[in-house]
């Protein structure tokens, strides 16, 4: 009863979510000049009203999804890994360069490559995790700052890699287009939504069941709940904390590697859409719940889908869209069950006091 009572708080709580984050959409599209009903309108149309309009939402989707589980494994342990965004880089770079230098069937190369890019997004979380545990440094500090020496020693790998100097137009910093055949396959042709997106399912469903079926999810759920009564119950709170780390890394790296032998095909800098702080916001909004996160990826790249679309047919710029998403990760936070309750109570405080005079 007490948890059908918790589901019913959280649906209410989304639902009030839903309505305030319309109201202001529509109140700043008004600004923009536009009318709220065909902008939302056209945002529908072109996250779910053709085609090709579904193989954009599922495109969209995919990384969202897997950066959102890299996500859940950190954040349902109690660690704030903010580093995702580094990892998908340097998992991207690492599975461009296999895939464009491993020569092979796809059954091999892809594989390979994906399994790559994982160790590479692994390996980068090694150094957040030691300087934690060794030195008590706040990851949240290390992670972050590590993102952007992600983005610019990715950059000079390629550089390097490909003999480019320093004067290099960053347009043309890229390296070499992957083959046909250690390619994605494309589930809607001739359209960039890939078999990507069973892989970010496969990856939620074995989050799912670590969490909910396994010891080893149990023990990473109690150190998320409280380290010190997990470390005081037995838990190997050492050895754990490293292997969520750098699972939740290893995930990250898979997502920048489908990202390149799926719809890019070639390492870029800059070829991340703040995909990491996508999957983090979708890890908040879905309060840590692996499935309830891809149920929010998936609506998460309908509305990136939309908004592109919406962007093209109206004047609306789809720069509103990202402020919308910032803003609805806000009010989902907020328990508007205890906001409502002190008010409720600061007003028969006011009552009382009228009463006595």
């Keep these: 009863m007490k948890e059908k009572h918790k589901l019913f708080v959280g649906a209410v709580n989304y639902l009030i979510s839903i309505v305030l984050i319309i109201l202001v959409a529509s109140v700043l599209i008004v ?35 897997i950066s959102a589980t890299a996500a859940v494994v950190a954040q349902k342990s109690g660690i704030n890994n903010l580093g995702i965004e580094g990892q998908i880089y340097f998992g991207a770079f690492t599975a461009a ?11 091999i190369v892809i594989p390979l490559a994906i399994i790559a890019g994982a160790i590479a997004g692994l390996l980068y979380a090694v150094l957040p995790a030691f300087l934690k545990l060794r030195y008590h440094i706040d990851e949240m500090i290390t992670t972050l700052m590590l993102n952007y020496a992600a983005i610019q020693f990715t ?31 494309r589930i809607m042709p001739p359209y960039q939504a890939s078999t990507g997106f069973f892989i970010g399912l496969g990856l939620v469903i074995l989050v799912f069941l670590l969490y909910r079926y396994t010891i080893v999810g149990y023990e990473w ?7 010190d009564f997990a470390k005081y119950g037995g838990i190997r709170h050492f050895k754990n904390y490293l292997v969520i780390f750098l699972f939740s890394g290893a995930i990250a790296g898979i997502c920048g590697a489908v990202e390149i032998l799926g719809p890019h095909l070639r390492f870029r800098t800059n070829f991340s859409t703040n995909l990491g702080w996508d999957g983090i916001m979708v890890a908040l909004v879905a309060k840590n719940n692996p499935v309830a996160a891809a149920v929010v990826a998936v609506v998460w790249g309908m509305i990136k889908a939309g908004s592109l679309s919406m962007e093209r047919m109206t004047s609306v710029n789809r720069i509103l869209v990202t402020l919308v998403q910032a803003l609805f990760v806000l009010f989902i936070t907020l328990d508007f069950k205890s906001i409502m309750k002190k008010r409720h109570n600061k007003g028969k405080g006011r009552n009382k006091c009228w009463n006595y005079f």
């Design 97 to 107: 360069v296999v895939g464009a230098y491993v020569p092979g069937p796809g059954w």
């Design 221 to 227: 759920k109690m150190i998320g709940r409280n380290r």
């Design 155 to 185: 950059e000079y790998l390629t550089m390097m890699l490909m003999g480019m100097g320093s004067d290099t137009n960053p347009d043309l910093i890229a390296t070499p287009e992957i083959p046909a055949s250690a390619q994605l396959t």
């Design 31 to 65: 600004i923009q000049g536009s009318n709220p009903i065909v902008a939302f309108q056209e945002m529908i149309l072109g996250a779910v009203g053709s085609r090709s309009a579904i193989a954009s939402s599922i495109r969209w989707s995919t990384p969202v999804l």
